[in-house]
C-alpha cells in the first residue's frame, strides 16, 4: 500500500505531521488486517530534499519506522525505495 503525499499546504511542517499521522493510522490497521501488507509513503523530490535530507528527517524515519518512496511526480517515475 502507498500512501501519495503532496506537502503543498502553507507549512511543510504541519504537512509533514499530518502525513505521519496518517501514516501510522494506516500502518496499525494493516498490522491487524493484512500483517503481510507493507506500507510506503509517497512524496515528489523536493519534498524528501526540504524533509528527509537532515538527521532530524533521518531520525524521524527510524524512530517511527516509516518507508518512503520518492517519486518523480512530473514523469511518474520512482526514484527511490526507502525501506
Do not use: C
Not at 8 to 31: K, N, P
Not at 35 to 41: E, F, V
Not at 55 to 75: C, F, P, R
Amino acid at each position: 500500500m502507498v500512501e501519495i503525499k503532496s506537502f503543498v499546504g502553507v507549512s511543510i511542517v504541519a504537512e509533514l505531521e499530518r502525513a505521519v499521522g496518517q501514516y501510522a493510522i494506516y500502518r496499525s490497521w494493516l498490522l491487524r488486517t493484512d500483517p503481510d501488507r507493507t506500507i510506503y509513503l509517497a512524496l515528489d523530490e523536493e519534498a524528501y530534499q526540504a524533509l528527509f535530507q537532515d538527521i532530524s528527517g533521518e531520525v524521524l524515519l527510524v524512530d517511527q519506522d516509516i518507508k518512503i518512496i520518492v517519486v518523480d511526480a512530473t514523469n511518474e517515475e520512482v526514484l527511490e525505495w526507502r525501506s
